[in-house]
C-alpha cells in the first residue's frame, strides 16, 4: 500500500453520506437533499421522506476499527433535533465504520486509500431524541 494517494477526512466523511444515501433509498426513502459539504454541528447530511415521515439523517464515519460518532456535544445534539422539528422532520442517527479491505492487519486496514474496495459496517439508523431535561425548554 505504499505510494497511494489517502482519502482526506472529508472523503471519508463524503464516502459515508454515500453508503447511507444508497441504503436508504433501497429501503424506499425519498431523497429531498443529500450534502456531504453540511455543517456537520448544525445540519444534517440528508433529508429524505417515507410514508408521509419527513426526516433529517445525521452522519458519521469512522476508519477501521472505529465507528462514526457524535462527538460535538450535546448543544450540538440540541440544535440538531430542535433544527428537524421546527421543520416538522424526525432525526436519525447513522454511525458507518469503513475497513481498507487490502488491508491484512489492523494497521493497514485503518488507512483510508482512495480507490480501493472498503468492507463496510453499518447497522441502520438510531432515532434522535431530545433528553427528558431539554424537552421542557
Partial sequence: MDQQELMTAADVHAFGVEIVFKQLEKDGWVIESADVLADIRTEPQIVAAKDGEQAFFVVRTGMF????????????????????????????????GIAN???????????????????????GLIKMALPEHARAE
Fill in 65 to 96: 476499527p472505529g465507528r462514526g460518532r457524535f462527538e460535538e456535544g450535546s448543544e450540538s445534539f440540541e440544535k440538531l433535533i430542535r433544527h428537524a422539528m421546527s421543520h416538522g422532520a424526525s432525526c436519525y442517527f447513522a454511525s458507518v
Fill in 101 to 123: 479491505s487490502q488491508g491484512t492487519t489492523d494497521d493497514e486496514m485503518s488507512i483510508p486509500v482512495k480507490g480501493v474496495a472498503y468492507n463496510v459496517q453499518f447497522d
